[in-house]
């Protein structure tokens, strides 16, 4: 069974940076994809960024392009998002999810909908 934990959220002030990590167990699949995702209230659940598991390319969504980088541990299944610059729309529950499919696939790697195994999320709150 597949489980996700995620660590590193806080409260920051605008301009800040925060870095999120997520760990993975039971999971093998080097070409699967991993992601983060935030939800913020009364908000629909968007994709943020995403990595294939075995490393390679990275995706992004438009909004956090240029602050948020998300990388991969080389030996573990584990991926961080360092997020800089943050702004208070930034402010949101973080989760990040895994998935079989690559991230490349017919399924968008934004979809929350194509991810089946989820972390608890994490919160990250920014101030003005």
């Known amino acids: 069974q597949v489980q996700l934990v995620e660590s590193g959220g806080g409260s920051v002030q605008a301009g800040g940076s925060l870095r999120l990590s997520c760990a993975a167990s039971?999971?093998?699949?080097?070409?699967?994809?991993m992601a983060w995702f935030r939800q913020a209230p009364g908000k629909e659940r968007e994709g943020v960024a995403a990595i294939r598991v075995g490393g390679g390319s990275t995706y992004y969504a438009a909004s956090v392009g240029g602050r948020f980088t998300i990388s991969r541990h080389y030996t573990k299944v584990t991926i961080y998002l360092q997020m800089n610059s943050l702004e208070p729309d930034d402010t949101a529950v973080y989760y990040c999810a895994i998935r079989e499919a690559p991230c490349t696939s017919a399924s968008p790697w934004s979809s929350s909908i194509a991810y089946n195994d989820w972390g608890q999320g994490t919160q990250v709150t920014v101030s003005s």
């Open positions: 039971g999971y093998t699949d080097m070409n699967g994809c």
